[in-house]
């Protein structure tokens, strides 16, 4: 594959695991919303703090893939735009 072909796949393909990390990501803070709906504000069920907890670590970890893969699409663009500017 050529170097344009290589850089469109790479896009492509970075492209389709933002929309995936994204969904997972939406995913993961609907469950914490969820949770925290169903847990007492005042007086949590006796496994409610660990549900939280649990969800949200979930959705902590989304967000930082979700994050990463906009840093390297991020990057592959710069990269592409300075490799342009020097041809």
């Given at each position: 594959m050529d170097e344009g072909g290589?850089?469109?796949a790479r896009l492509a393909l970075l492209r389709e695991e933002l929309v995936?990390?994204?969904l997972e990501r939406k995913a993961a803070i609907a469950e914490f919303d969820c949770i925290?709906?169903?847990v007492p504000g005042m007086l949590p069920?006796?496994?409610g703090s660990l549900?939280?907890?649990q969800?949200?670590?979930r959705m902590v970890r989304a967000e930082d893939a979700h994050i990463q893969l906009l840093k390297r699409y991020?990057?592959?663009l710069i990269e592409q735009s300075k490799k342009l500017r020097r041809d």
């Open positions: 290589s850089y469109s995936k990390t994204g925290i709906r169903e069920a006796p496994d549900r939280i907890h969800a949200h670590a991020a990057d592959l």
